[in-house]
């Protein structure tokens, strides 16, 4: 932006005194190009814009849309000897998420990754998701309705009984 005034107005400019915006009221989903509005704002009444570049800028506005994703879990590390991991469930079994359509369109996943590394009781852990691209990425700028889930983790003891035969001859 380029501005002129008297010397002491301009000494007295700050860049908080400038205000550039764009009018997106009118825009349609797609490729748009806005003009870049300007102002002078506060005591800087004595400056006026000569010049603003760009003058137009371009904004691509995209569709907002919703998605509903199964959730997956992905058990990692090992119990100790002697016991056994069951069914891992979570409570909800899918997500919905909200954004915009050219995000969504990315996830090809949404995991839970839980560690039960040492664990010899069964237990209940609230897990975070992570939504994921095609090539394990984390799409950002999503809006799902929750973040994380609660998962029961079931363990079981493993013990060995000795059989006895008896044969009746």
Same mark, same amino acid.
């Given at each position: 932006?380029?501005?002129?005034?008297?010397?002491?107005?301009?000494?007295?400019?700050?860049?908080?005194?400038?205000?550039?915006?764009?009018?997106?009221?009118?825009?349609?989903?797609?490729?748009?190009?806005?003009?870049?509005?300007?102002?002078?704002?506060?005591?800087?009444?004595?400056?006026?814009?000569?010049?603003?570049?760009?003058?137009?800028?371009?904004?691509?506005?995209? #569709?907002?849309? @919703? *998605?509903?994703?199964? =959730?997956?879990?992905?058990?990692?590390?090992?119990? %100790?000897?002697?016991?056994? $991991?069951?069914?891992?469930?979570?409570?909800?079994?899918?997500?919905?998420?909200?954004?915009?359509?050219?995000?969504?369109?990315?996830?090809?996943?949404?995991?839970?990754?839980?560690?039960?590394?040492?664990?010899?009781?069964?237990?209940?852990?609230?897990?975070?998701?992570?939504?994921?691209?095609?090539?394990?990425?984390?799409?950002?700028?999503?809006?799902? #309705?929750?973040? @994380? *889930?609660?998962?029961? =983790?079931?363990?079981?003891?493993?013990?060995?009984? %000795?059989?006895?035969?008896? $044969?009746?001859?």
């Amino acid at each position: 932006v380029e501005v002129r005034g008297t010397k002491s107005a301009l000494r007295n400019l700050r860049t908080e005194n400038i205000y550039a915006h764009v009018d997106l009221s009118k825009m349609e989903v797609g490729e748009n190009r806005a003009e870049v509005l300007t102002s002078i704002r506060g005591s800087a009444s004595e400056v006026e814009i000569v010049n603003v570049d760009p003058a137009f800028i371009s904004i691509q506005i995209d #569709e907002e849309s @919703s *998605v509903s994703r199964n =959730i997956a879990l992905e058990v990692k590390g090992n119990l %100790p000897d002697g016991y056994s $991991i069951g069914e891992v469930r979570a409570v909800n079994k899918t997500v919905k998420i909200s954004g915009v359509k050219s995000k969504l369109e990315k996830i090809e996943g949404v995991v839970g990754v839980i560690d039960v590394s040492n664990l010899t009781n069964t237990d209940v852990r609230t897990v975070v998701l992570q939504f994921l691209d095609a090539d394990g990425n984390e799409v950002l700028n999503i809006n799902p #309705e929750f973040r @994380s *889930v609660e998962v029961e =983790i079931p363990v079981f003891r493993i013990k060995s009984v %000795p059989i006895l035969s008896l $044969i009746h001859i």
